[in-house]
C-alpha cells in the first residue's frame, strides 16, 4: 500500500529550511557591521554598544578612585583636635593644620593633624546646619576611644569634661619653667570642690597670635577659647608641641 505524502514537507526540506537559518546565524556580527549602512552602524552603535561603553567607563573610574583615595593619597592621622563652637573655614582649617604636621617634623605626604569643628551650642549648630546631639555623641566616641588628643573650647564646655575627669592636670604635664612662661595664660576651672588645689587644666588662647590668625576674615564665635589635653591621649607629646606652636612669642624654640 502506498503512502499519501501530498501536502507534506519533506525530511529534505524540513533540514533545508533549518539550514539556512542556521547559516544565517553563523554570520558574525563583523560581517553583518559590513553590510549596515553608516546611519544603521551609528544606531547600533547608540543601542548596543554605548550603554555598555559607558557602564564600563562609569566603573573603571570608580575603582580608580577608589584605589588613588585609599591606597595613593591615603594618609595616617596622627593627631586629632575638637574645636568647639567655632566657625573656621575649611581651607584654613587645611593650612593650619599642614603648617603645624610641618612644625612638628612630621610628613604631610603620609601623615594628617585633624582640626575638625563640632557644636554643643544650638543656636550657632543651626547656622552651620549642625546636630549637637550628634556632635557631643561624636567626641564622646573619640575620646572613650583614646582617639582624641585635645579640645579647644569655652570655659562652660570644659567644665563638663573637667568635672568627668577627662582633662590633663598641665602641673603634671609642663615644666616649671612653661608653667612660669604660661601662667598669663593658664585656665584654672574655678569651682573648688572639683579644683581645690586650683590646679590649672587649660591654656587660653584669646592672645595667641596663630590661634587668631584662623579668623582673619571674622571674629571668633567663642570669646574665650582654651585648649586642654585629653587625660587618655596617646599623642600628649603632638599637643605639647602644639602648644608651642600656638605661642611663637614665648617659645622661641620646638
Known sequence: MALNTKGKKTSLKEDALIYEKRKEDTISGKQRWKTLSGK?????????YLPAIVVVVFAAGIVGYLFYHDFITRKDIIYQCA?????????????????????????????????????NNPELASKVHASPSNDTQQISAFIFA???DSMIADSETLQVYHKSK?????SLYLTEEEQKKLEPFLYYPENKAQNPDKKPFGI????SSKYLSLFVQSKPYTSDPIISVLINSKNKDLTHKLITYLFPDIFTNP
Open 83 to 119: 574645636i568647639i563652637n567655632d566657625v573656621i573655614p575649611e581651607d584654613t582649617l587645611r593650612t593650619f593644620s599642614t603648617d603645624y604636621l610641618s612644625f612638628t617634623g612630621h610628613d604631610n605626604e603620609k601623615e594628617a593633624a585633624s582640626f575638625h569643628l563640632y557644636y
Open 40 to 48: 544603521e552602524r551609528l544606531t547600533q552603535f547608540k543601542d548596543y
Open 166 to 170: 577627662l582633662l590633663m592636670d598641665l
Open 204 to 207: 587660653k588662647l584669646n592672645k
Open 146 to 148: 583614646n582617639e582624641l
